[in-house]
């Protein structure tokens, strides 16, 4: 049901995208003018599918039909913070590049995209420091649960783990805002290789203890005597 409802209200996005491709199509308009009204298109249509998205998973008017298992108060919280970041992500975006189309300087077109990209970043922080003693409440009440190690992990997240996400939001900028060469991909690619890297360890490490728990097992004949 909630997906129905959230593909209806894309009805008239994609209307309306299709009646500017028709439009452009048949009226021939300047490029310049083509370009900055499909870019402003794509804006509308993209900021309506990323919020019908939001709406299947959080639904905050509709418990029934939520797709996550939330509490009313937390659904409407993660609704709203979605739709910040989806009107600041894409309008910010598409707003760039419309000034870019219309053929700005790269000083002022870069420019814009780095406040541009600050104020995202510091929305998510915003975010991170409202949500850190929701997220540290929950890994502690979880730290029970597992192995030893992964218990130590989550006691670990539960103390800093919003510093680290903080932390890696602003370095990552960083790294983008001085142009270093590849710095911002390779920084991401560290990341997915030291995440895949501590969970191979995780696994071979239990693989490792359940085989030395059995070469190692007395037999019970054995344990009697």
Same mark, same amino acid.
């Given at each position: 049901?909630? @997906? ?5 209200? &894309? #009805? ?22 083509? !370009?900055?009204? @499909?870019?402003? !298109? $794509? ?9 019908? =998205? *939001? ?8 418990? *029934? ?8 108060? %937390?659904? !409407?919280?993660?609704?709203? $913070? /979605?739709?910040?970041?989806?009107? &600041? +992500?894409?309008? +910010? ?15 002022? %077109?870069? +420019? ?28 502690? *009440?979880?730290?029970? *649960? +597992? ?22 939001? #602003? ?15 390779? /920084?991401?690619?560290? %990341? ?11 696994? &071979? ?5 359940? #085989? ?7 037999? =019970? ?5």
């Amino acid at each position: 049901v909630s @997906l129905g409802l959230s593909l209806f209200r &894309l #009805i008239p996005a994609v209307v309306m995208l299709l009646a500017v491709f028709v439009g452009l199509t048949l009226l021939l308009p300047h490029p310049l003018g083509a !370009a900055v009204a @499909l870019a402003a !298109a $794509w804006a509308y249509f993209v900021r309506t599918a990323l919020l019908a =998205v *939001s709406r299947i998973f959080f639904a905050p008017l509709r418990p *029934s039909v939520r797709f996550l298992p939330l509490k009313d108060e %937390t659904a !409407a919280y993660w609704n709203v $913070w /979605m739709r910040r970041l989806t009107d &600041l +992500g894409v309008y +910010g975006y598409y707003f760039v590049r419309i000034v870019e189309i219309l053929r700005a300087s790269e000083g002022v %077109t870069r +420019g814009l995209f780095e406040v541009y990209a600050a104020i995202l970043v510091i929305q998510v922080i915003t975010l991170v420091f409202q949500q850190r003693r929701e997220v540290r409440a929950r890994l502690a *009440s979880d730290a029970g *649960s +597992g192995g030893e190690t992964l218990r130590n992990v989550k006691r670990f997240l539960a103390v800093y783990g919003h510093a680290i996400t903080v932390a890696y939001l #602003i370095v990552g900028y960083g790294l983008w805002f001085l142009d270093y060469p590849d710095a911002l991909g390779l /920084m991401v690619r560290a %990341t997915l290789y030291t995440a895949l890297l501590i969970a191979l360890c995780f696994v &071979l490490r239990r693989f490792l203890a359940a #085989i030395l728990r059995r070469l190692f097992r007395i037999p =019970v004949r054995l344990a009697a005597r």
